[in-house]
């Protein structure tokens, strides 16, 4: 590595085509408190998160792949102590002696707040100006004014990056990646202070008959028809999110396995009795499942899954929960 990029003012990262990191500049390595051997050799996504290691595969790769590269992707990465770092990231693609490396640049979020320092500063600087030297009021003013507009301007994309990241385009419900956080914020609140909560996965019946005789454009119409109803039916405390494809879930806190099984048969009925003007007749099937103690995130998707799996068994446009298995 060229000496002068081990020590630039900002984050380098190349890995090849697999994704294992192939070098790290010092500038990096020091940032998130790690050695040369912590990270060389290791795949990348070992440093994301679990929601951003969705992002890295529903936008990094397919853009790196198609255009060769990625530019401002905002990601949260791991340090030494397991804390989340924001960052931005540009990459490119690089061909150099039959090698495919990725090379990445990465800028610390923290940019941000500095940024909204140094407007603060200019603003108190014209204040002091003002009232020690009594020049150009209007100008001092208009000044003022645009730096709150920027102000805002900064807030207003920040809270964009968040939604944006956070919603599935087709439905407007929460993604996969919002509903995996908020699960993981389930768990962490069951094992410290024992609150239960439930999860259903329901999934359309026949799907692929829609698509096939209608096409795919009446299918999107379906889903999001579809993801208004259970976020119609679901309580303020629910998350409904599209889990991809047809399946979608909903996270159910202070609910146990009663309040489950009516919720998901609520939903069996709500589809069934729906208008739907583009198919005729729409029904889903639902599984439930209760966080216990033996659970983890893993296991209490793979309850839900099985008890769906039951309900297609048993005829479709019914609900299971794990427990009648």
């Not at 990191?21 to 996504?45: A, P």
């Not at 401002?72 to 030494?80: A, G, V, W």
């Not at 208009?142 to 900064?154: A, D, F, N």
Request: glycine letters at 6%; charged letters at 25%.
């Amino acid at each position: 590595m060229d000496e002068r990029l081990i020590e630039a003012p900002c984050g380098f990262i190349s890995i090849d085509h697999n994704g294992s990191i192939i070098e790290v500049n010092k500038t990096f390595l020091e940032w998130m408190g790690f050695k040369q051997e912590n990270l060389v050799g290791k795949h990348f996504e070992s440093l994301l998160t679990t929601g951003n290691k969705l992002i890295f595969h529903s936008y990094f790769y397919p853009n790196i792949n198609l255009h060769g590269h990625v530019e401002e992707l905002f990601i949260n990465l791991r340090n030494q102590n397991g804390e989340s770092v924001p960052y931005l990231m540009n990459a490119r693609r690089f061909g150099q002696n039959g090698q495919e490396m990725i090379d990445c640049i990465l800028v610390q979020m923290k940019k941000r707040i500095d940024y909204e320092l140094e407007l603060r500063t200019t603003k108190k600087q014209m204040e002091e100006a003002y009232i020690e030297k009594n020049l150009a009021f209007a100008k001092l003013e208009q000044i003022y004014l645009e730096i709150e507009k920027k102000q805002i301007e900064l807030m207003e994309i920040n809270s964009g990056l968040v939604e944006i990241s956070n919603t599935d385009k087709l439905t407007g419900i929460p993604n996969r990646r919002f509903f995996q956080e908020k699960l993981e914020e389930q768990i962490e609140l069951y094992l410290k202070e024992q609150k239960t909560f439930s999860l259903l996965i329901i999934d359309i019946d026949h799907f692929k008959k829609v698509n096939d005789t209608y096409g795919h454009q009446i299918g999107d119409i379906v889903l999001a028809k579809l993801a208004n109803i259970l976020k119609t039916q679901a309580r303020p405390e629910d998350i409904a999110a599209r889990f991809g494809g047809e399946e979608f879930v909903i996270i159910l806190p202070h609910t146990g396995v009663d309040e489950a099984i009516l919720m998901a048969q609520r939903i069996n009925q709500e589809v069934e009795r729906a208008e739907w003007k583009e198919t005729g007749c729409l029904t889903v099937s639902v599984g439930a499942a209760t966080f216990t103690v033996k659970d983890t995130e893993a296991t209490i998707l793979k309850n839900a899954d099985q008890a769906l799996y039951a309900s297609k068994e048993n005829g479709r446009n019914c609900a299971t929960h794990f427990s009648e298995l």
